[in-house]
């Protein structure tokens, strides 16, 4: 089934001799369950493609169809409705709130759609992620690896239909990368999850079910993880 569909995606930014195509004419579908890596240089638009995939940048023409929703039709505030119950986000630098704790962190998003948090689904990601001893710990009491793993609960605790991920281990050390594409493996096998992440790192791009280059605005590869290198 799709879970997402992509369909002639355009993002261009300013006008005249300072116009930039960062997006020409994207598409391409992905089927629910799928671990996806978008790769390419930098200033070839895959960030740009993940903020539209994530509903916190508007593309200039083209459809984002998410579980049946054209997110690219949305007024902002069912837009912004629509993001938080249905696509989870997770940042390079975290993103965590510095005056919440670990387990207010992993909940605002529940709390700010005016839900109560489901509390079985609370401690079964808390055990997956290893932060059982550091539910009031605040943020800066946490290492890099910890705190990346509380934005991953945060952006998992609504059950979202995507899971994106922009360079999730770009700010940690080698031993702390792997545990984290890990974690996201594990989620994406166990539970499905969906998870689009972009990424610089060739190990995480070939251990991904399928890789989307990016070039120039434009895909210029679309292959299966064990059919492509990276150069």
């Given at each position: 089934?799709?879970?997402?569909?992509?369909?002639?995606?355009?993002?261009?930014?300013?006008?005249?001799?300072?116009?930039?195509?960062a997006l020409k004419n994207?598409?391409?579908?992905?089927?629910?369950?799928?671990?996806?890596?978008?790769?390419?240089?930098?200033?070839?638009?895959?960030?740009?493609?993940?903020?539209?995939?994530?509903?916190?940048?508007?593309?200039?023409?083209?459809?984002?169809?998410?579980?049946?929703?054209?997110?690219?039709?949305?007024?902002?505030?069912?837009?912004?409705?629509?993001?938080?119950?249905?696509?989870?986000?997770?940042?390079?630098?975290?993103?965590?709130?510095?005056?919440?704790?670990?387990?207010?962190?992993?909940?605002?998003?529940?709390?700010?759609?005016?839900?109560?948090?489901?509390?079985?689904?609370?401690?079964?990601?808390?055990?997956?992620?290893?932060?059982?001893?550091?539910?009031?710990?605040?943020?800066?009491?946490?290492?890099?690896?910890?705190?990346?793993?509380?934005?991953?609960?945060?952006?998992?605790?609504?059950?979202?239909?995507?899971?994106?991920?922009?360079?999730?281990?770009?700010?940690?050390?080698?031993?702390?990368?792997?545990?984290?594409?890990?974690?996201?493996?594990?989620?994406?096998?166990?539970?499905?999850?969906?998870?689009?992440?972009?990424?610089?790192?060739?190990?995480?791009?070939?251990?991904?079910?399928?890789?989307?280059?990016?070039e120039d605005g434009q895909?210029?590869?679309?292959?299966?993880?064990?059919?492509?290198?990276?150069?």
């Amino acid at each position: 089934m799709k879970i997402l569909e992509i369909k002639d995606l355009c993002k261009v930014y300013g006008t005249g001799e300072t116009k930039v195509d960062a997006l020409k004419n994207v598409t391409f579908d992905v089927e629910q369950g799928e671990f996806v890596a978008i790769v390419g240089p930098s200033g070839s638009g895959k960030s740009t493609l993940l903020h539209i995939l994530g509903g916190v940048d508007s593309p200039t023409s083209g459809a984002v169809i998410i579980s049946g929703t054209d997110i690219s039709r949305l007024d902002e505030t069912k837009l912004a409705i629509f993001r938080r119950r249905q696509i989870g986000l997770i940042y390079q630098f975290y993103n965590l709130i510095p005056i919440l704790n670990v387990e207010e962190n992993m909940t605002l998003p529940i709390l700010l759609d005016g839900k109560k948090p489901d509390q079985e689904l609370l401690s079964d990601l808390v055990e997956k992620l290893g932060l059982s001893a550091r539910l009031s710990h605040l943020p800066n009491q946490l290492s890099g690896g910890q705190q990346q793993r509380v934005s991953i609960g945060r952006a998992l605790m609504n059950h979202p239909a995507l899971l994106l991920a922009d360079e999730p281990t770009g700010n940690l050390d080698s031993e702390n990368s792997k545990e984290i594409v890990s974690l996201l493996r594990k989620f994406n096998k166990e539970n499905k999850q969906t998870v689009i992440i972009i990424t610089h790192d060739e190990r995480i791009a070939l251990s991904a079910d399928r890789i989307i280059t990016i070039e120039d605005g434009q895909i210029t590869r679309d292959s299966k993880g064990a059919e492509v290198g990276m150069s």
